[in-house]
């Protein structure tokens, strides 16, 4: 079964709104990575997070690790139409190395 | 340099055709990575390839025979595939290690199966 929860599916903004997506494991994760895709792109890794708690900021992008280390979230304030793509959490369970467990992912689409 | 490549960029093969995909990376890493993606789902697991050797396979079907020449290259050999089998063909690279699991992919290979 899926290891790690991904929602929305979808998400639909318009420019300036801000945009949030969550991950749930099912277990305490060794740590956990976000990739973004663009449209017809690759997964581009964005951040890792380690500790317990931890809070990281990109720019507008701030990223999340849950106390109990099984869950995440990616906040972007006031969007702009180069965050569309879809954003992967991956989830490392630390049993073997090399195997992250993905989420479905969520589309942001954003528009102007 | 920071990046994996990937060639070819795309690729369309008939189901009796043998052909291979090729990766490289040349950051250093001691770990390589084929996943498979097909539209708007995340990228499925294929093979893992540490220090040159396979340690991960995720019960692929035969007809993807992974192939690791040295730490820089990764291959993945096509034969007799399924129309189902067409998808993005992504290679990742990572450092090998606990809290070393990061990944950086390539820009995949898109293949058609017909």
């Known amino acids: 079964g899926q290891q790690v929860m991904q929602i929305p599916q979808y998400q639909h903004v318009q420019e300036g709104e801000d945009f949030t997506t969550y991950c749930n494991s099912s277990t305490t994760l060794s740590n956990i990575q976000w990739y973004k895709q663009r449209p017809g792109g690759h997964p581009v890794f964005l951040i890792q997070?380690?500790?317990?708690?931890e809070v990281k900021k990109q720019k507008r992008l701030t990223f999340q690790f849950g106390e109990a280390k099984k869950n995440s979230s990616l906040h972007i304030t006031a969007t702009q139409t180069t965050d569309v793509g879809t954003y992967f959490c991956?989830?490392?369970?630390?049993?073997?190395?090399?195997?992250?467990?993905f989420g479905r992912g969520t589309q942001l689409t954003v528009w102007p | 340099d920071t990046e994996v490549t990937q060639t070819p960029k795309h690729l369309v093969m008939g189901m009796t055709n043998k052909k291979s995909l090729k990766c490289e990376q040349h950051m250093g890493h001691r770990a390589m990575y084929w996943y498979k993606q097909k539209a708007k789902k995340p990228p499925e697991l294929m093979f893992v390839y540490s220090y040159e050797k396979l340690s991960i396979n995720e019960s692929v079907p035969s007809r993807f025979s992974p192939e690791c020449p040295n730490s820089s290259l990764l291959n993945l050999h096509l034969h007799a595939l399924q129309p189902e089998d067409s998808a993005l063909y992504l290679c990742a690279s990572s450092p090998w290690g606990p809290r070393e699991e990061t990944q950086y992919f390539g820009p995949g290979t898109r293949l058609l199966v017909l």
């Open positions: 997070l380690v500790k317990s708690g």
């Open positions: 991956a989830g490392d369970r630390g049993s073997t190395l090399g195997r992250l467990y």
